[in-house]
DNA sequence: CGCCCTGTTGAACTCTTTCAAAAAATGTGG
DNA sequence: CCACATTTTTTGAAAGAGTTCAACAGGGCG
């Protein structure tokens, strides 16, 4: 881990965080070299970034390498900031930057007690976002069959896992969710049934049963 | 527009929306039948929504008709809550689906409505999320050419046009922003210059010129 | 000058789409 | 409950967009 006070400085009164976290905030500068990392995809989360001059990347890669850069960042975006205490994804310089960084906690309490009821609204906007950065991964990087196994597995969870699962929509949203056509969705469905890792129950095709979770698992990987 | 007020109901205790409001707030309930849209892309966002039974899908368009959905919303999940007044993307019911509806407003001015005009926490989150949703249409739906225009229109909107626009990242980082392989983000480049859309300025392949914006937004439209 | 990094271009290949047809499921009306 | 129409899903074959592999070109820097 780097030591990141390394430059305190006096906040810049135009600053977003700044002005949000207000004087009292501990908040200091450094410089990240080109191709620096600021921090990794499942580090704690103690810090929130703003960029001063610079520009970040922040990107999730599949454990075969692919890579899927979410943002970069410019002069005065702010990047960084997470839902639970674990970054989501990395964030690296693609040139020298300089970022001003806040602690997290005491932003947080800041905001806390100045704005109540904004944290938990908060909370349901990062649910949402932590959401579309895992989509832009499966959709920038995924192939079909990687991409319905992660349908099957999402919709596995949030409908808690049941023996029989009824799938409320149709082949084309699928497709249109995962940014594929129908019948590339209908071919890696079978795909998978050939292969034993789910079987459709009773007449219709929306009913199905996941056979290997693993596999799937392993295909989403 | 729909009338929504149809069934006044007490919100549930457990509902996210209801927590978050308290229960002076106006809530109603409706039920939306197989196909119905709740709310369309670019209309006022006068309402939040909390699904009590069944699933809507949110999704955005290209002007041709592909379409890319952002997320299948089950029970209990809120979706429509908009930073500024205006939907970003529409919602309809892939199934029946009977939903709680509440005023936007009265919700935000429960919710210790900060003064206008200051930057917010919220509002740097959702600026996030605004941004990732665009990008999960490009992923999704846009072809390499669509795409490399798209990125450069953000990076020349983002560098507030300047004459000569310097990118900070290589073609990698471009491609795997853009969801593609480094030769084809060169590729795109060499069409674009070939169909004098852009040009190459000085030494570096980093350094160009938009020849004729209203095209790439053609493109990217 | 030569090396390394970045970017371009070509050719073969692969995955996904497109177009087409048939099969399966759902709905309707008698 | 059955016949018929409609919608949804599957499957095949051909076409296309993007990838992969490979070679080369140009600039920056020791």
Redesign the pocket.
């Known amino acids: 881990m780097l030591i990141r006070t390394t430059t305190v400085s006096r906040p810049a009164v135009d600053g977003q965080l700044a002005a949000l976290a207000g004087q009292q905030i501990i908040c200091s500068e450094f410089t990240y070299r080109r191709g620096m990392e600021v921090f990794g995809e499942g580090e704690e989360a103690e810090y929130v970034y703003q960029i001063v001059s610079g520009t970040i990347r922040t990107y999730k890669m599949l454990c075969d390498g692919r890579r899927q850069i979410n943002s970069f960042h410019l002069a005065d975006d702010m990047f960084g900031l997470e839902n639970g205490i674990i970054h989501r994804f990395t964030a690296e310089a693609v040139t020298q930057a300089k970022v001003r960084i806040t602690s997290r906690s005491s932003l947080l309490d800041t905001i806390a007690q100045r704005e109540p009821g904004q944290a938990s609204l908060l909370n349901l906007v990062t649910r949402n976002l932590q959401h579309a950065e895992n989509h832009m991964l499966l959709l920038g990087r995924?192939?079909?069959?990687?991409?319905l196994a992660a349908f099957l597995l999402e919709m596995d969870e949030r409908l808690a896992h049941p023996n029989v699962m009824s799938?409320p929509?149709?082949?084309?949203?699928i497709?249109d969710y995962l940014?594929?056509?129908?019948?590339?969705?209908?071919?890696?469905?079978?795909i998978l049934?050939d292969d034993k890792m789910l079987r459709?129950d009773?007449?219709?095709?929306?009913q199905l049963v996941l056979l290997d979770r693993e596999a799937l698992v392993q295909l989403d990987a």
Do not use: H, I
Not at 142 to 147: P, S
Not at 169 to 173: A, E, I, P, V
Not at 181 to 188: G, N, P
């Open positions: 995924k192939t079909a069959l990687d991409k799938l929509m149709n082949r084309r949203d497709a940014g594929l056509t129908l019948e590339t969705v209908s071919r890696a469905f079978s049934r459709f009773g007449q219709t095709q929306r």
